[in-house]
Structures are given as C-alpha cells and as structure tokens.
C-alpha cells in the first residue's frame, strides 16, 4: 500500500482540518466543548481515517475506513453550516471552508468508487 501522505484527498482534508482549527480559534470560550469541539473532531476525522485504511491490509479495510470518512465529512459539512447560521463563522469564511468540504466529499466518493471497483 501506498504512503497516506502521497494520497491527494489525504493532503486537501489534512489543509481542511488545519483551516478549521483556525478559524475555530475564534469562536467564544463557552463553545469550547461545544461547537468548536464537534467541528475540530469532525474534520480531523475524515484524513485520520484515511490514513488509518492505508495502514490496514486489503481494500476492503480501505473502503470501510473511506465510508467512516465520508461520514465523518457530512457531519464536518453540518457543523460548519450550523456555525455560520449561529454567526460564529462570516460568510468571507463558511464559503472557501464549505467549499472544501464539498471538494473533499467529491474525491473520497471517487476514491471510494475506484477501491471499491478494485482498480
């Protein structure tokens, strides 16, 4: 198997989950455990189960791991929404950030598709 770092969906949700760490930073002090913690473990998440299925033998681990991902991004692209409609992301921010949700969503389901198809 390939090195997890070398998969290009790995690198764009790796980039994702720093942006929210960052733009969380913000987010007020009593959203700590909340809202700041769901998005925080929701997008480090999905390359973390990316790269735990690179680690285990076989495609069909992979494809599970990719479906936990997967998963793991529609409630990164939820949460992300809830924090804009609460105002505590901007509209200059929740767009580039559910924009590369959706990126991500897009290459896992072809990644997916193409594990699953055994190519």
């Known amino acids: 198997m390939r090195d997890f770092r070398e998969i290009k969906v790995w690198e ?3 980039a994702l989950t720093i942006e929210i760490y960052k733009a969380t930073s913000k987010f007020p ?3 700590t455990y ?3 913690s769901q998005l925080r473990r929701s997008s480090s998440s999905v390359p973390a189960n990316i790269a735990e299925g690179y ?3 076989g495609n069909t681990e992979l494809a599970r791991f990719l479906q936990i991902g997967m998963g793991s991004a529609s409630e990164l692209e939820y949460h992300v929404l809830l924090a804009r409609d609460l105002n505590l ?3 200059a921010v929740y767009g580039p950030l559910q924009e590369r949700v959706v990126e991500v969503k897009r290459m896992l389901g072809a990644l997916l598709m193409k594990v699953r198809s055994g190519r």
């Open 29 to 31: 002090r009593e959203e």
């Open 12 to 14: 764009k949700a790796h």
């Open 89 to 91: 992301l901007t509209l």
């Open 34 to 36: 909340g809202l700041t």
């Open 55 to 57: 680690g285990r033998g």
